[in-house]
């Protein structure tokens, strides 16, 4: 079955870096798109960045263009996101997502599994 395992979340201050894994098993992981969505406390989920199978394409919300970095290496079947000059709003649970055959990139409802989520706290 197919199974997206997030980690690297933890506790930063402000200006800080992170890079969140996600290793993926279960399904043709060199042949997916793949992305990553946060959802804050009370919020909605909301897409942070994509990237299409072949790590040619990359997509990101504007908030965290320039200081977030999506990549792959699908040799270890892994996506990855790099994430600098972390801010208080960054924090939120970050999930790691399969895309699905339809739908975009850019929104949740273009995803069809989902991993558990890794926490990512900004203190200021």
């Known amino acids: 079955q197919v199974q997206l395992v997030e980690s690297g979340g933890g506790l930063v201050q402000a200006g800080d870096s992170l890079r969140l894994s996600c290793a993926a098993s279960?399904?043709?992981?060199?042949?997916?798109?793949m992305g990553w969505f946060r959802q804050a406390p009370g919020k909605g989920r909301n897409f942070v960045a994509a990237?299409?199978?072949?790590?040619?394409?990359?997509f990101y919300v504007d908030s965290v263009k320039g200081r977030f970095t999506i990549s792959r290496d699908n040799t270890k079947r892994t996506v990855y996101l790099q994430m600098d000059s972390l801010e208080p709003e960054g924090t939120a649970i970050y999930y790691c997502a399969r895309k699905a055959l339809q739908g975009s990139y850019s929104s949740p409802e273009g995803f069809n599994y989902w991993g558990q989520g890794t926490q990512v706290t900004v203190s200021s």
């Open positions: 279960g399904f043709t992981f060199g042949q997916t798109g």
């Open positions: 990237i299409n199978w072949s790590g040619k394409y990359t």
